[in-house]
């Protein structure tokens, strides 16, 4: 059997990390890769695909809408007796999140396989939108970029907590996500993510797979039981935007809504120029965040031009707007010089989310707090702590009943993000697409082996994360039962 060939659809920082976990799996080939900037494209298909064969037209592509025209006409080709190159089997949608459904749903009908990045929509309607455009096609393999299933740590404590059963009965579940101080105002203060109307709320564009990871914990059958998903009872949420606004703006700033026109800009600690050059590109650090601002920047260090590099990137930096730019314009780009109390960011920078579970048959009630936190020194490192009946567990497990503690270390990949889960999702991805190609399993059959996770599940996850914002807005804790029932089967029927 051929290795299966996928397309990368947005070559940004998330289409680069899964094309370079499937090149260092083994399991696939990067085949084409679709993104409107000309830059990015020849990035990545230098890096993932021509180092193996030759540049051809087939490869890329300005516009994802592109490839699918040219996919309807290869197949009419084959179909005709012509001789064509091999289709692609699978797609990383890697675009920006508003951008999922119009991708999925075109995809959907290809029946091609699909991996979407997290979240899966930023609208719980245009999540049905993609459950029911998935249904509808022809059956594929279809993963969404919930990392944190897939890596080794979690992977081993799900097996011990649920399987193993090495605290007894799971009682509750404290879940930490840490952003980072500087990480959060580069993503959303400055960055794409920063306004709910042009994005959506941040429990969901940075916090939907931490929910996801509650509920994989809790509610997900293990493996080989047929006994129903313990679903939660109650959902509630508290939050607000606390720091990154502009009655926090120190006084020495002044007027400046730019980094690079501040008095304070040597000594904030949320200089742009510190946080970019200083602590990354002087360093010789030229990937993410650097070539988030830029991606030029780091192919110019790349070729031996610091001094030019760091120059684009203080150029990027110093672009800014007015009172009298166009809206539209604001909303469309991310402004990394911006000052942090001057931008017009309004996502909660600290929100707690508690989940309630009731007695269900042989399953025992339980509760699980999840807090995410942008004033942190860790930076995405989650940290937690289950409680059972006869132990704890967080990154070492300490059993009552003997008094005594294990720790367990995990292997993780080398240059892997999210704990190895990038690498472990995209294994996992195309082993279920190989199973499926080879005829060795249905599609059913490898989506559960290899994913563990059907398209319900994942959009159940992400209700939760919307019945978790409508509490925190709202003020008021949601009935999950009939939650569900108002906003998502009454949408599906």
Excluded at 10 to 23: F, I
Excluded at 153 to 159: F, G
Excluded at 181 to 193: A, D, E, L, M
Excluded at 323 to 347: F, H, K, L, M
């Amino acid at each position: 059997m051929s290795s299966p060939r996928f397309l990368i659809v947005g070559a940004g920082s998330r289409g680069n990390a899964y094309a370079r976990a499937l090149v260092d799996s083994k399991l696939g080939i990067v085949d084409a890769v679709a993104d409107p900037i000309a830059f990015k494209r020849e990035q990545l298909g230098a890096r993932h695909i021509w180092h193996s064969t030759p540049r051809c037209p087939e490869h890329e592509f300005e516009d994802w809408r592109d490839y699918i025209r040219y996919e309807q006409r290869r197949r009419k080709d084959e179909c005709a007796g012509l001789q064509v190159r091999p289709g692609v089997d699978g797609v990383f949608i890697c675009v920006l999140d508003h951008q999922h459904v119009e991708v999925a749903s075109a995809m959907g009908p290809l029946g091609l396989h699909i991996m979407c990045e997290k979240p899966l929509a930023t609208t719980l309607t245009d999540c049905l939108r993609i459950q029911r455009s998935i249904e509808a096609g022809p059956k594929s393999i279809f993963a969404i970029g919930h990392v944190l299933r897939y890596s080794p740590h979690n992977m081993l404590l799900r097996y011990l907590v649920r399987e193993q059963r090495v605290i007894g009965d799971m009682i509750s579940i404290e879940h930490t996500e840490p952003v980072g101080w500087w990480h959060f105002s580069h993503s959303y203060v400055r960055g794409n993510w920063r306004k709910e109307s042009t994005a959506a709320p941040s429990l969901l564009t940075k916090s939907c797979h931490d929910i996801d990871f509650l509920l994989w914990m809790i509610c997900s059958p293990v493996a080989g039981s047929d006994e129903p998903p313990h679903l939660p009872s109650k959902i509630s949420s508290t939050g607000s935007l606390k720091q990154f606004r502009h009655s926090r703006k120190p006084a020495a700033a002044k007027k400046a809504t730019n980094c690079l026109s501040c008095d304070i800009q040597s000594t904030c600690i949320f200089s742009a120029p510190r946080i970019y050059n200083d602590r990354h590109l002087a360093k010789g650090i030229t990937k993410w965040p650097v070539d988030i601002v830029s991606p030029e920047v780091s192919a110019l260090h790349a070729s031996g031009q610091p001094s030019s590099a760091r120059d684009l990137l203080l150029a990027n930096l110093r672009e800014d707007y007015t009172p009298s730019t166009p809206q539209a314009r604001i909303d469309a780009r991310s402004w990394y010089g911006r000052c942090v109390w001057e931008s017009d960011n309004d996502v909660c920078d600290d929100q707690y989310v508690t989940l309630n579970w009731e007695d269900s048959g042989s399953h025992l009630a339980k509760t699980a707090n999840f807090h995410m936190i942008a004033q942190s020194l860790a930076q995405c490192e989650r940290r937690g702590r289950i409680y059972g009946t006869t132990g704890e567990i967080s990154y070492d497990m300490h059993d009552f009943t003997s008094d005594s503690t294990q720790v367990y270390n995990p292997e993780v990949p080398a240059n892997s993000h999210h704990g190895g889960g990038d690498d472990g999702l995209t294994q996992q991805f195309v082993k279920a697409v190989r199973a499926v190609k080879a005829g060795e399993m249905s599609v059913e059959e490898a989506q559960v082996e290899f994913l563990g996770c059907t398209v319900e599940e994942v959009v159940r996850s992400h209700a939760a994360v919307f019945a978790a914002e409508e509490a925190r807005r709202e003020r008021k804790v949601v009935d999950w039962q009939e939650w569900w029932r108002k906003n998502v089967e009454n949408a599906l029927a």
